[in-house]
């Protein structure tokens, strides 16, 4: 075997190995949690409000309040962040100031999301006086996400090539046209992507929401935006904080509720995403 | 080349001189006038004071090596090339006698007047139908009925309505390559431009599909003001009745085909024709 087959085995091996490392540990996280979680997830515990004892205890307010966070956030996220995409992609030029206003989306992407909580704080909380309502922690969780939507959706935009736009100009388009009858509809699937990375994120987060003031017991479902609220990672967190055992597996079950929502949401998107790739391409 | 070229390079007022006045003057009046233009991208200059007129209802050929800027002349004429990062140009075009680069030209307005066809064939990815009514629905036409009517007389012109007639509502990425841009020269049609631009409009299709366009354009001339850019010297004999040659973003020689391909003025013209070089 000579050494540039050789080097190319071992490498496709090392890959090979890191693969296996990495489904592996989160195998065994999952393994773990649905071991400690799984015997606790029920139609009462989904539906159930919480509880002094464990046993009783349910996450309906928590579900219903993720649902709602999701909703809300992608509401106010994706058109500001579409709509800053399509002005810095298609009508912002290439001088000292798009590149700034890319430099800092970038950096803004990195930013931790504590930062988030406390812009979220003085901004929505306080200034804007919506108090601790899931409009707040939607706004906090927006803006924490808003790179993340501008970043990929530039992507996507990007990715539709110069011939159509020159196609549809060369008809007699207006910019505006091209954009949203042909630009758009064919950057589809690409925004789609972006908004799952997106949509998980937010899903996910705790720390914004503990600093903007999520409750921790929340014993009713928010029947509004302006409604106080809890959510799943904040349940998990206050669960898994109590010293009695029962509550433990009560967070253990929430994070498999939160995992399979996760889930659920990616896979509506994706079947969305294929759907506008098939028809685009057919 | 270098220290010869200026005496080679004839001045506007040249083209026009005695030995050529006879055949100037057989040519129907310009409907597009390029005035001493010149086009650059960014420090990179692509067209140095080009000054030609494009007659009515003629086909004129743009030819000359690659990077001579025949591209970017002809992108000029529609101010495609404002959409590209650096572009600016000087000089004047003239569509009618009014000039498309005055401060508050109407850009989208041009682009109905002067239509395009692409070196690649690019229709949208939705239905033939679809590709063809988009420019009508842009421009505001509503009427089903209407659409209707254009559209498939735009596919009659453009040779291609047999072949389309029972998949109108089939993906247009479907078609094979020459249909394809027999379907980007309908869509081009349906707004029934003046002026046809046509970039290489045949680089990419095989030579019956070639033909077939051919055909086209000569069909197309008797109604359009056509510009053609092409790398292929039969195809400039050809289609063309004018044929203007272009060498390092410069105007060399500008006359009937006939005249260009058999008794060039300019000894650049000549080797490029037969084929010395580029």
Sequence with gaps: ?282 | MGPTLPSRVPSALSLAGPGRAASAAELPPARMDVRGLSAWYGQTRALTDVTLPFSANRVTALIGPSGCGKTTLLRTLNRLNDIVPGARVEGDVRLDGTSIHAPGTDVVALRRRVGMVFQKSNPFPRSVFENVAYGLRVNGLRDRREIAERVEESLRAAAIWSEVEGRLHDSALTLSGGQQQRLCIARALAIQPEVLLMDEPASALDPIATQRIEELIHTLKQTYTIVIVTHNMQQAARVSDVTAFLWMGTLIEYGRTEDVFTTPRERLTEDYVTGRFG
């Design chain 1, 1 to 282: 075997m000579t050494s540039a087959r050789f080097a190319d085995r071992a490498f496709h091996l090392l890959g090979l190995t890191v693969l296996v490392l990495a489904l592996g540990m989160l195998g065994a996280l999952l393994v773990d949690v649905a071991r400690d979680g799984l015997g606790r997830v029920s139609w009462s515990f989904l539906t159930g409000y919480p509880s002094r004892r464990a046993s009783a205890s349910g996450l309906l307010p928590a579900l219903a309040g993720s649902l709602w966070l999701v909703g809300l956030t992608a509401l106010m996220a994706v058109p500001v962040g579409v709509g800053a995409a399509i002005g810095l992609e298609e009508y912002g030029g290439r001088g000292r100031l798009a590149r700034l206003a890319e430099v800092n989306i970038a950096n803004l992407a990195g930013v931790p999301s504590v930062v988030y909580g406390l812009l979220g704080l003085g901004v929505f909380v306080q200034v804007l006086r919506w108090d601790r309502s899931l409009l707040a922690g939607a706004g906090t969780l927006a803006l924490l996400i808003l790179p993340i939507v501008i970043i990929t959706s530039r992507e996507a935009l990007r990715g539709v090539p110069a011939s159509v736009r020159e196609a549809s100009l060369a008809l007699g388009a207006t910019k505006w046209q091209t954009v949203w009858h042909q630009v758009l509809p064919m950057a589809l699937p690409g925004l789609l992507t972006g908004l799952i990375l997106a949509v998980s994120r937010a899903l996910g987060e705790t720390a914004p929401l503990i600093v903007i003031g999520a409750l921790s017991y929340v014993p009713f479902v928010p029947d509004g935006p302006r409604s106080p609220f809890t959510a799943l990672p904040i349940q998990i967190y206050t669960w898994v904080s109590r010293p009695r055992e029962g509550f433990r597996a009560n967070a253990a079950a929430t994070i498999l509720v939160l995992l399979a929502v996760l889930l659920v949401i990616n896979g509506l998107a994706i079947v969305a995403r294929d759907r506008a790739a098939r028809r685009r391409s057919a």
